[in-house]
């Protein structure tokens, strides 16, 4: 995908190409459904959890199409936006300005 990323949610930011994850969004949250209370179900398996947590699990688990990405800094590839923000938090901390990058 192409897009700013906020590194915090995993969500793409406002104004800043944003559009280029709008279909890959759209396709994830259609395989949620609310439960209320805060409880969420996957259409595919049936799994119930918070909404976060649900989001990510369809990502890596329903969405095969999906190519994946690569860090910018160490080429690294990772599935999901997730799995990707987790990386450069855990490994690239000390980058200037990662608090926000391309996907």
């Not at 700013?4 to 259609?30: E, F, V």
């Not at 918070?50 to 994946?68: D, M, R, W």
Request: with cysteine; proline share 2%; net charge positive.
């Amino acid at each position: 995908g192409s897009g700013m990323i906020d590194p915090n949610t995993g969500m793409p930011l406002a104004g800043a190409g944003a559009d280029g994850n709008k279909d890959l969004d759209q396709s994830i949250r259609s395989k949620m459904i609310n439960l209320g209370g805060g409880m969420w179900q996957c259409t595919d398996c049936d799994l119930k959890t918070k909404s976060s947590n649900l989001y990510n699990h369809v990502e890596a688990k329903h969405l095969a199409q999906h190519s994946g990405y690569s860090c910018i800094y160490c080429q690294k590839f990772c599935r999901t936006r997730h799995s990707l923000i987790t990386h450069i938090k855990r490994f690239h901390k000390k980058v200037k300005d990662s608090s926000s990058f391309m996907l």
